[in-house]
């Protein structure tokens, strides 16, 4: 499975972008995907999660209610609706994928990874 994450840039504080991962390499329904970032001297951490139909999502505490996850299975892209973004959401923001039902959270869940896209916020 190939990824290739794409939305990231230098965006203003208050700035809603949508984050684009487009999965290749594998039937798109049949995978699970996820959201992680990794802000500077820092780990990975999870932001959100979606089941292969798009019916179960999770999201971390630290992002719910700003940020949506959602997918296409036509155009086998998921997506990350980051709203009224902040400083400290600066990051590198990675998907990842497996196959499976559900919606997880843990980074070793996942199996295939793509190259992230880089959020800058400027205050």
């Known amino acids: 499975v190939q990824l290739q994450a794409s939305g990231g840039g230098l965006v203003q504080a208050g700035d809603s972008p949508r984050l684009s991962c487009a999965a290749s390499?594998?039937?798109?329904?049949?995978?699970?995907m996820g959201w992680f970032r990794q802000a500077p001297g820092k780990e990975r951490d999870f932001v959100a999660s979606?089941?292969?139909?798009?019916?179960?999502?999770t999201y971390a505490d630290s992002v719910k209610g700003r940020v949506t996850i959602s997918r296409d299975n036509v155009k086998n892209t998921v997506y990350l609706q980051v709203n009224s973004l902040k400083p400290e959401d600066t990051a590198v923001y990675y998907c990842?994928?497996?196959?499976?039902?559900?919606?997880?959270?843990?980074?070793?869940?996942?199996?295939?990874w793509g190259q992230g896209t880089q959020v800058t916020v400027s205050s």
């Open positions: 990842a994928a497996r196959g499976g039902s559900h919606s997880y959270t843990a980074m070793n869940a996942y199996d295939y």
């Open positions: 979606i089941s292969w139909g798009g019916r179960s999502t």
């Open positions: 390499g594998r039937t798109f329904s049949s995978l699970s």
